[in-house]
């Protein structure tokens, strides 16, 4: 068995549009390279297409030598001779082979044909490698004497670019085969991932198949609209492409034939029946100029124009509880570990976190009440929850909100004073109001528990969010008017002043404040939302400034925050009507940031302060008080507090790790200094 410091000569055959790729990573890593295919003309266009790109990568400064260094150690074999046999150079070049990496087209049997030629004339040491997306590894080594030495080696397009591969072993693979193959990844400045077991779609396209397929079953059924199912991949989910997107610029006629092929192979999915259309009429999408949108010209991609206030109208967990019910599955069967599973979703497909993170942030039980849902309304059997995630919900393991998933987060924290509960995830702390029988009317006592507990959340190194939400059936219907029976003119002005001291608290908290609304946010209520940073509303809440219907007006800034936040003219009438507006009038106004179903209320607030926990501390109090104290002065004084907040950013250890991240291409992790 070679071992990866002897491999000197590489041969890639195929030169396509993989074929080439693989070919120039492995001419930057320094090796040998002999690239072969079927007819000159496909190898000089390979070669120019490499030019390119060296030349590209050079310009950016990623290429440390020059293009012709690089270019000078690929050459060129012709492997067929005009009656289809294989020619006596394509044999030399195999002889003096320490690793081959095959990219031709998905064909079983021109694979298997290929690699009982390589079988007989490289080396016995000779690693030979697959880049195959869909056919078995174990089918392909059958063909040779080898099977040991016979291994998946899946890159991505293009492969100069992507930093994942898949390392697939066979059923006969060995150990020595698998190690030296992800070493050598690591040489070509990879990082891999290795599928333990030959299993259809390996890791990326099973767990991509289903989430393209589950879409696409939800949009057939009419459940949702495409832009509506693209707009929440993209705006909620953050994945770089929606789903018929991504499915019109990849080509939907490869999705159609690689779930085909994953699907003869055993792979539990029942074709959308939109994907079959499309490709039966030959919409592959941007290639034909048609496919789930329409495009300009056939082959010219212009982005779809997917409105931003379509997200949300299909719930985000429904479209990724498929994806997270298949990664459960790889695991489950021991497929590849959960750290493997998260890195190639994260390098292989773009996303922002790894599915695993994805159900944890969301909880499991959703994960499992989505899938339920998904199997009753679609009729899809295979939506059926893995027992992994059953054995979950029945132990507790919910993610994020219990402390403890597919990830441990440490224990969660419950707080229980007379009128607020704490729940303390790190690195969140929720702060609820806690009078539900009284729909957590603001008593004195409530305020001054409030106040304490955001001083003690200031100072935990541990918190980086805060989310204030209501118990019970409100968010806070306003003060408790009861509390205050026979005070003082002078009493109310104390407690006025008190009232104002703690929303100035909030406004000026050095750490963001999310305000989770539903049921009624009135009076003093939606004057302690408006000190928050972001609100976001339940449907079928209910805002308003009713203080008037009383003989008084708003005493905790609702006069002065109110018109700074929606146009003065509906803050007046308001607050001399003293109505009250739903959800839906208050985003059209400005005075929520976001209005969704009341079962997706705290996974929104959860999802969007891990999103804003994420981000550096220092940066984000910063931020804050350029806006709030910009904005209660004039712009002169704004700008130059920006600039002072801007120049003090520079020293600090944030600022380093950010850029430093950037530059390598990582995801930073900022500590606050």
Not at 307 to 317: F, H, I, Q, R, S
Not at 382 to 391: G, S, Y
Request: charged share 25%.
């Amino acid at each position: 068995m070679v071992k990866v410091e002897d491999i000197k000569t590489i041969t890639v055959v195929g030169a396509g549009t993989m074929g080439h790729g693989i070919a120039e990573v492995a001419a930057m890593a320094g090796y040998k390279v002999y690239l072969v295919d079927i007819k000159q003309e496909i190898l000089d266009r390979a070669l120019e297409k490499i030019k390119w790109s060296l030349s590209k990568l050079y310009e950016k400064g990623i290429l440390r030598e020059t293009v012709d260094s690089v270019m000078s150690r690929i050459t060129t074999v012709v492997n067929l001779n005009p009656d289809g046999s294989y020619t006596e150079e394509f044999a030399k070049i195999l002889a003096e082979t320490d690793f081959m990496i095959e990219a031709i087209i998905e064909r079983i049997d021109l694979k298997q044909q290929l690699f009982a030629f390589a079988d007989k004339h490289a080396p016995p040491h000779a690693i030979l490698a697959t880049n195959t997306s869909s056919l078995p590894i174990t089918e392909i080594a059958a063909a040779t004497n080898r099977p040991e030495n016979v291994v998946g080696m899946h890159f991505f397009n293009p492969p100069p670019l992507m930093p994942l591969v898949e390392i697939i072993r066979g059923e006969k693979t060995s150990d020595e085969t698998v190690e030296v193959t992800v070493a050598l990844a690591k040489k070509f400045g990879k990082q891999p991932v290795v599928v333990k077991k030959d299993v259809p779609g390996f890791i990326v396209n099973r767990i991509l198949g289903r989430f393209i397929n589950t879409a696409c079953h939800i949009v057939h059924k009419g459940l949702a609209t495409i832009e509506e199912v693209d707009a929440t991949v993209k705006y909620i989910l953050g994945l770089p492409m929606g789903v018929f997107e991504l499915s019109d610029y990849s080509g939907i006629d490869v999705f159609y034939y690689v779930f085909t092929a994953m699907k003869e192979r055993g792979f539990n999915i029942t074709p959308c029946p939109l994907l079959k259309e499309k490709f039966e009429k030959k919409e592959y999408g941007m290639k034909t100029g048609k496919g789930f949108y329409t495009y300009p010209e056939p082959g010219k991609y212009v982005r779809p124009k997917i409105p931003k206030e379509l997200a949300g109208k299909v719930d985000p967990v429904l479209l990724l509880a498929p994806a997270v019910n298949e990664a459960a599955w790889l695991l489950e069967n021991d497929v590849a570990t959960k750290e493997d599973i998260d890195k190639a979703v994260k390098l292989g497909l773009g996303w922002p976190k790894g599915v695993f993170e994805f159900a944890d942030e969301y909880g499991i039980d959703k994960i499992v009440e989505a899938l339920n849902k998904l199997k009753t309304d679609l009729g899809l059997e295979e939506m059926e929850p893995q027992p992994l995630l059953l054995k979950m919900v029945e132990e507790g393991r919910l993610g994020r909100k219990t402390g403890k998933g597919f990830y441990e987060y440490g224990e969660v924290e419950e707080i229980k004073k007379k009128t607020i509960l704490v729940r303390i995830e790190k690195p969140i702390a929720w702060v609820i109001l806690n009078r539900p029988k009284k729909l957590n009317a603001l008593s004195p006592e409530l305020l001054k528990e409030l106040g304490e507990t955001l001083d003690e959340l200031e100072d935990n190194p541990d918190v980086r969010v805060v989310i204030l939400k209501g118990e019970g059936r409100a968010f806070s219907a306003g003060a408790d008017v009861t509390a205050f029976a026979g005070v003082t003119p002078i009493d109310i002005a104390k407690f006025s002043r008190r009232f104002q001291e703690l929303t100035l608290k909030m406004q000026f908290y050095t750490k963001p404040i999310i305000a989770a609304l539903h049921g009624y946010v009135l009076g003093g209520g939606l004057e302690i939302a408006m000190s928050t940073d972001i609100r976001i509303a339940a449907e079928g809440t209910m805002l308003g400034q009713p203080e008037i219907n009383l003989g008084f007006i708003p005493g905790a800034g609702g006069t002065q925050r109110l018109p700074r936040l929606i146009p003065r003219g509906h803050a007046k009438l308001l607050i001399y009507t003293g109505d009250m507006i739903p959800a839906e009038e208050a985003y059209k106004l400005g005075l929520v940031e976001k209005v969704v179903p009341p079962e997706r209320l705290e996974q929104e607030a959860r999802a969007l302060a891990l999103k804003l926990a994420e981000k550096p501390p220092l940066a984000l109090m910063a931020a804050k008080y350029a806006i709030e104290y910009g904005l209660e002065s004039n712009i002169w004084a704004g700008l130059a507090l920006e600039a002072h907040l801007f120049g003090l950013l520079f020293s600090t250890e944030d600022v380093i790790e950010g850029v430093t991240a950037f530059l390598e291409k990582r995801k930073p992790k900022f500590k606050g200094r």
